[in-house]
């Protein structure tokens, strides 16, 4: 006798809700809200709001994924990207050189990343702790360098980083794929990747097998910080300025983002694309919210709701 | 209570505790020396009244931080307690109702963060962010952004009131460093809790009810938080939907400089206290200094830093040579 | 079954966040800092009054959940443009950085109105405002006359960066500036918030044995240094910025001397009537200054009525 099971449609629904994520259940559920409710949401050129929109926070968002993967958090990121975009800013206004200020804001970036990452590593520091500081130190060397006011003058080039479009499509979803792939190479055809992925069980481990585990625990860091360098061009050609406090508090936008997605503290697991998907999600919120008209208040309190029912339709999942 | 006095007596304890407070007196001492605005009996007063209303906070979140997860809604918890405490005691004009409001809705936030993290099983900085947000939200939508003004002379006490001399808040944090200490040092309970965080595997495995400990802490957290809201009440004498919301991070700052780490397990309500005057005594050295406000950020920055660095190197020192 | 349950809960959800937007007439949009300040609040409230009685529009208000965050402001313009409401009111958070913001409303071709600080680039309509500078500068020297022109102040500032306290700020310094006999002691943040000012004055009174005058840049501080004040035995002259209720109250109990007042619901309403006017085809000047106003024992009268229970005055009293 043939053991055929007739699955019934309920049952293979089921079957394909368990499958699919949280975060993307949440924003399938999102996009076909918005596109009910506001007949603008599917349009293309919005669209290409959200997706440029997220772009900023996508890129740090990404190396967050890395360093919550090695059981620490990066509390500085955001503060280090304002720092970054004031700086690109700065050497623009004086020097007029694109070039050298991408330099100069890449190199900054790196340079405090790696030095968070040295002090967690080499002094064995909580790294909460760490960037917390570091956070400090980025919002008062912004506020000193602007005094406190906008930096404009920055010429018309670096624009198009952030309204440039190239076959149709605007350059910083380029650059947000790009940042993606080098990411995904990283993590997972790399060294360094098999390092980040590992670390999640026992860094004693793979001390004893001769691992480089100090030189790659404060790369993840230094990578952070490159990203926000990164990041930071997109935001200074955005305000077409660079500005003391444009970034500040981005990074609990990031760090949520990184959990929605399915990284986890705890069991450090990490998955890249879950990532991407919680950026994206949390892009059409608010753009969603925005284009309905809800009060700020509503919008406050959705945002937190969204993080609390992505994870609940995971918890739920690896419940049944 | 013998435990408690062992406890004290054992030196390794007694080491950790010192050179904690090494670092305090260094922040001091720098300061004395600095401007002779600062050693006085006044301004050490004040100190330790600003430092015991952070401390209050900060005291609930550390028992959740020893459990290895993080409390990110006390601030908004803070804020909305606060409003409907005042909000209550505005209408009823009872100042005990408004005690019980403030208490009770920071109690019933607590459960709320305790159940998304233990039957829901999410992860506590998600849960804890979620809830933030949505507390922000609710208190934003029913107070409107008005302030509610004006309490009672009886109500005030706890907050701006002085009892021979000494303001307070001091004494209440003094209740709370003991009690604190007492349930985690000397109950069952508070032995629970540090196992949960240091293996919560092990923990259950060795019958200790994971799920009832955790909700415990949250709950503690949360009323920790309800019972701080009153003192802040009581010391600013409005309420409004943002008070707290700049508190957060000091808080859990101070947890940390503390020596508590938030991989759970380990960590001292005592820690927590030196955390918190570290933190209140950098802002009062700047501002006694006049330092500049865009260098102000740095200079916490850099304090937050030393302060656990010098730590662990005094530990590390002690305990190898 | 469930299914259905599920579809009514979802439909009714959707219906009630629905509900915000659609509406007859005019749509208007308007966009203020923050939800936090309660001269924003004020703002919305005049907006809000002015759309009733021009029997005309619906008013959506964008306020970013981040308070002051340039970011969440340029990302609800890229979406308000995609919604094209007919016009627009818009405070830019920094007047530097909404440059490009207002760039793609002009693009879009939809007409939009400056309100409260002066936009570096882009083309409006017209300019509603008062400004925090002269709002400061005014209420600074009701404090210099109050004091006779001698003794030493102290100021309490709000958030470093933004663009209202280095105004705020520079008016105060200003009013003393121009008192040969006052001296300031020491500028120290105090953030906008109320306990922290709080705690600062109480440093400050530590600090300092002779106190003489304390300008803080908003009311709520304002509030907060008067409490340290009190629980000090001290006594010195406070004045704050916004003219908000709880001030009016201070002001009358006489604890504090004055605030500064930047006619917000004023600015409020004349803003969305300029907007009305304009879609109507009517006239409207180019610019509408309110003078600054300083809230006083002496004029506390006019302020009896708080911003909910206020009426827009008709544009024939104010515009000439």
């Known amino acids: ?320 | 209570m013998t435990n408690l006095l062992s406890e004290i007596k054992d030196s390794a304890q007694l080491k950790n505790l010192f050179f904690r407070l090494l670092v305090v007196f260094i922040i001091c001492f720098t300061l004395s020396f600095l401007t002779e605005a600062f050693f006085t009996v006044n301004n050490l007063l004040n100190v330790l009244r600003q430092a015991s209303l952070l401390f209050l906070m900060a005291s609930g979140v550390t028992l959740v931080i020893l459990t290895a997860g993080i409390d990110l809604s006390i601030g908004a918890n803070v804020g909305m307690s606060a409003c409907l405490a005042a909000v209550v005691m505005t209408n009823t004009g009872s100042t005990l109702l408004g005690f019980l409001t403030g208490i009770g809705s920071g109690m019933l936030i607590g459960v709320g963060n305790g159940l998304l993290v233990t039957t829901l099983r999410l992860p506590s900085f998600i849960a804890t962010y979620g809830m933030l947000w949505i507390l922000h939200g609710v208190t934003y939508y029913f107070m409107g952004g008005a302030t509610i003004n004006g309490f009672d002379k009886s109500f005030r006490f706890i907050g701006s009131g002085y009892l021979y001399g000494v303001p307070v808040p001091i004494y209440i944090m003094l209740i709370f460093l003991v009690v604190g200490t007492l349930f985690t040092k000397d109950t069952v309970y508070g032995q629970q809790v540090y196992a949960v965080g240091a293996n919560p595997v092990a923990a259950r495995l060795s019958g200790v009810p994971v799920n009832r400990r955790l909700m415990l802490v949250y709950i503690l957290s949360g009323m920790t938080a309800g019972l701080a809201s009153l003192v802040y009440l009581a010391r600013l004498n409005s309420a409004e939907g943002d008070i707290g919301e700049a508190l957060t991070l000091p808080a859990i700052a101070a947890v940390l400089i503390g020596g508590t780490s938030l991989f759970g397990g380990i960590g001292t309500i005592f820690g927590t206290l030196i955390g918190a005057l570290i933190l209140t005594l950098v802002l009062n050295g700047m501002n006694i200094l006049s330092i500049d406000g865009n260098w102000q950020a740095l200079v916490t920055g850099v304090i937050i830093i030393l302060s656990v660095l010098l730590d662990l190197v005094f530990r590390r020192k002690s305990s190898t040579g | 079954m469930q299914n259905n349950k599920l579809t009514l809960v979802l439909a009714t959800a959707m219906t009630l966040i629905a509900g915000h937007a659609f509406a007859d007439g005019e749509k208007i949009a308007v966009f203020t800092k923050n939800s936090t300040n309660p001269f924003f609040q004020a703002f919305r409230l005049g907006a809000d009054s002015a759309a009733k009685q021009m029997n005309a529009a619906a008013v959506t208000h964008y306020v970013p959940t981040k308070p002051d965050s340039i970011p969440e402001q340029l990302s609800a313009i890229d979406d308000v443009v995609v919604k094209k409401p007919n016009a627009i009111v818009l405070i830019p958070v920094d007047y530097k950085a909404i440059t490009p913001g207002v760039k793609k409303i002009n693009e879009a071709g939809i007409p939009v109105i400056n309100a409260t600080d002066h936009s570096e680039g882009g083309s409006f309509v017209n300019f509603v405002g008062a400004d925090d500078y002269s709002t400061a500068l005014a209420a600074g020297k009701a404090l210099v006359k109050a004091l006779n022109g001698k003794g030493n102040v102290v100021i309490i500032e709000g958030v470093r960066g933004v663009l209202g306290n280095t105004n705020r700020v520079n008016g105060f310094k200003k009013a003393i500036e121009e008192a040969p006999e006052m001296k300031i002691l020491t500028s120290q943040p105090g953030n906008y918030q109320r306990l922290q000012a709080l705690q600062v004055m109480e440093n400050l009174i530590q600090t300092y044995p002779k106190i003489d005058g304390v300008m803080t840049a908003n009311d709520a501080m304002a509030s907060g240094a008067i409490e340290a004040l009190e629980g000090s035995n001290r006594k010195a002259l406070v004045i704050g910025i916004n003219g908000s209720k709880e001030a009016v109250e201070s002001i009358k109990a006489g604890k504090m001397l004055a605030s500064g007042d930047a006619a917000p619901f004023l600015q409020g309403c004349f803003s969305t009537m300029s907007a009305i006017r304009t879609l109507r085809k009517l006239p409207i000047p180019k610019e509408i200054i309110f003078p600054p106003m300083v809230v006083e024992k002496a004029n506390l009268a006019n302020y009896d009525t708080p911003p909910e229970k206020q009426v827009c005055p008709t544009w024939a009293s104010v515009v000439k």
């Open chain 1, 1 to 320: 006798m043939n053991n055929v099971t007739l699955k019934s449609p309920r049952v293979q629904l089921g079957i394909l809700f368990n499958c699919i994520p949280g975060v993307a259940l949440m924003l399938f559920v999102c996009m076909i809200s918005f596109a009910i409710l506001s007949p603008d949401f599917l349009s293309l050129g919005n669209l290409k709001n959200v997706g440029v929109q997220s772009t900023i926070l996508l890129m740090i968002s990404l190396p967050m994924t890395l360093v919550i993967m090695t059981e620490g958090i990066d509390m500085s990121i955001g503060a280090l990207l304002t720092f970054c975009g004031v700086v690109v800013a700065y050497v623009l206004a004086n020097t007029h050189s694109l070039p050298l200020a991408i330099f100069v804001a890449l190199m900054t970036g790196l340079i405090i990343g790696a030095m968070n990452g040295a002090i967690i590593v080499y002094f064995s520091m909580p790294p909460f702790v760490v960037t917390l500081g570091m956070l400090g130190i980025c919002q008062s060397l912004a506020l000193v360098l602007t005094d406190g006011q906008s930096i404009t003058d920055v010429g018309e080039t670096i624009g198009l980083s952030y309204n440039g479009i190239f076959l149709g499509i605007p350059i910083p979803i380029y650059i947000g794929i790009l940042c993606y792939f080098v990411t995904y190479t990283l993590l997972y055809h790399t060294r360094f990747g098999t390092y980040v992925n590992a670390i999640g069980g026992n860094r004693e481990a793979l001390k004893l097998a001769g691992v480089k585990t100090n030189f790659y625990h404060v790369a993840v860091y230094a990578f952070s910080g490159l990203m926000a360098g990164l990041a930071s061009i997109l935001l200074t050609a955005r305000m077409s300025a660079g500005h003391p406090t444009a970034a500040i508090g981005m990074e609990f936008d990031a760090i949520a983002a990184v959990i929605v997605g399915g990284t986890s503290f705890e069991k450090g697991n990490g998955w890249l694309f879950g990532t991407f998907l919680g950026v994206i999600t949390v892009g059409v919120l608010r753009n969603g919210l925005n284009l309905v008209g809800v009060p700020s208040s509503v919008q406050v309190a959705s945002i937190g709701l969204l993080v609390l029912v992505a994870l609940l339709l995971d918890s739920f999942k690896s419940k049944t």
